[in-house]
């Protein structure tokens, strides 16, 4: 089998409800990136790759496609099936930018569930369940606010919440976590994601002030080093989730003893080949980890569930999509949507969603 043509579609995803704050700067609406890989099989194969923006993380929408446009020329010809050659022949042409690789990555491994019949994560070591416990995120907002939509999600289902905060004053973060604690049910976990805003001086007040709550800080403040320092001066357990850029990475803070777990992202570590090697290294560290991306549609969703399914279940924190945030499904069937606070992994071949492209109109390049 060999690649005949690729295609790079983009869409506007508009945030239901206004906006989603994080760290103090509002979403409104994310700009997403889709590929799809042909065959002379006849068969095709899809990726996507989301930043949250273009200061969440260093990557951003027009680095993606920029990427793409480099890389999409030295995959043509290819065998699609040969994922290693493919991730070699991307370095090649193209150093960085693993969150464009990661588009290509999750295609192949797409085309590669159609080709042999099976699912993605059958390719992947096997599912350890058939769904899998989701979490939700809540923006930053009014503490009044945050506790109503803690309450909504608790009565939904979920059992892991993540709480915004950052980009305000200090005294309004800690009444709203201190508030959504206290207003979740024990077997509800909370998660206080600060995404890079606090100073260290911060992360410590909150710490010692909530010492008394049981919750999870995450990514507290920007660079793996802040945080690494701050780690042992806290009440609670440090997840790094910006931080946690690629296998590398995710190595040294083992070493390092920088962390007690990750809140991890398929695009930014480059796709489900990497995220595969770091799901297997925090099993023998035995640190726990959320398997996410930073936004998305059903593309992305669909290899977020497809990865967990097959992690260790007691070290999977919980699968966050961006459905619950975003009106349209690429796959009105087939699209992965939360019920009872649970994902199902899709039903078909490969990723198991097939995306209308009429949703996203001509492609904004082509190769091939
Ligand atoms: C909650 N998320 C998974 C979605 C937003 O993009 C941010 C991210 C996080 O945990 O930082
Ligand atoms: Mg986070």
Redesign the pocket.
């Known amino acids: 089998m060999r690649i005949t043509e690729i295609h790079v579609y983009r869409r506007d995803l508009p945030v239901m409800g206004g906006s989603?704050c994080?760290a103090g700067k509002a979403l409104s609406s994310l700009d997403t990136t889709v590929v799809r890989i042909a065959t002379d099989a006849g068969l095709s194969g899809f990726g996507e790759t989301c930043p949250?923006g273009p200061v969440?993380q260093p990557q951003h929408a027009l680095g993606a496609r920029a990427a793409l446009q480099e890389m999409g020329p030295c995959l043509i010809g290819l065998n699609p099936l040969h994922l290693d050659p493919a991730r070699e022949a991307m370095e090649a042409s193209l150093n960085g930018a693993r969150y464009a690789k990661a588009a290509v990555d999750i295609a192949l491994w797409d085309l590669l569930g159609k080709a042999l019949g099976v699912r993605v994560c059958d390719l992947l070591g096997g599912p350890r369940r058939e769904r899998v416990p989701s979490y939700y995120?809540i923006g930053v907002l009014p503490p009044d606010e945050a506790v109503r939509t803690a309450r909504e999600k608790e009565a939904e289902g979920f059992k892991r919440i993540?709480l915004?905060v950052g980009g305000r004053n200090l005294q309004e973060d800690m009444e709203a976590v201190r508030r959504v604690s206290e207003a979740l049910s024990p077997g509800v976990s909370l998660v206080v994601?600060a995404?890079r805003a606090w100073t260290s001086r911060d992360a410590r007040l909150v710490s010692l002030q909530c010492r008394d709550l049981p919750l999870v800080l995450?990514?507290p403040c920007s660079t793996y080093e802040e945080n690494r320092a701050l780690r042992p001066g806290l009440a609670h357990p440090l997840f790094l989730?910006?931080s946690a850029e690629d296998i590398r990475t995710v190595l040294r803070c083992i070493g390092e003893d920088a962390a007690d777990g990750f809140?991890l992202?398929v695009t930014r570590v480059g796709g489900l080949t990497p995220m595969r090697t770091i799901r297997d290294i925090c099993r023998e560290a035995g640190l726990p980890a959320?398997c996410?991306?930073?936004?998305g549609g059903d593309i992305i969703a669909a290899a977020c569930i497809h990865l967990a399914a097959t992690m260790r279940p007691s070290l999977l924190e919980g699968v966050?999509i961006?459905a619950p945030y975003i009106e349209t499904h690429y796959d009105p069937e087939n699209g992965p949507e939360i019920r009872d606070g649970f994902l199902e992994l899709p039903k078909g071949h490969g990723l198991g969603v097939s995306p209308d492209l009429a949703l996203f109109g001509a492609p904004v390049m082509s190769f091939g």
Not at 292 to 295: L, P, Q, R
Request: glycine fraction near 4%; avoid cysteine.
């Open positions: 989603f994080i949250v969440y995120s993540q915004k994601d995404n995450e990514q989730d910006e809140g992202k959320t996410d991306d930073a936004w966050w961006a």
